[in-house]
């Protein structure tokens, strides 16, 4: 049986302070606008952690920034 590692990752509201985003009562999230920047940011950190075996397993956004959800296989 698989075991797994979980971490969390917070990205405040100062990190995402120009992106705009709106999610349906039904869960559907569109983003209006994200700066280049940030998205190179977030593409770094992604890619940051994958090569560090994680996977991001969901993101949640609210008012106080972003959640994201990781998981890595621990290897016995």
Do not use: H
């Amino acid at each position: 049986m698989e075991q797994y590692d979980y971490d969390v990752t917070r990205l405040g509201p100062d990190f995402f302070e120009t992106m705009v985003y709106y999610c349906t009562p039904q869960g559907d999230c569109e983003t209006e606008r994200v700066p280049t920047k940030k998205a190179e940011l977030l593409l770094g950190l992604f890619n940051d952690r994958g090569r560090e075996g994680w996977e991001l397993i969901q993101l949640l956004p609210g008012e106080s920034g972003i959640l994201a959800f990781w998981k890595r296989r621990i290897v016995a």
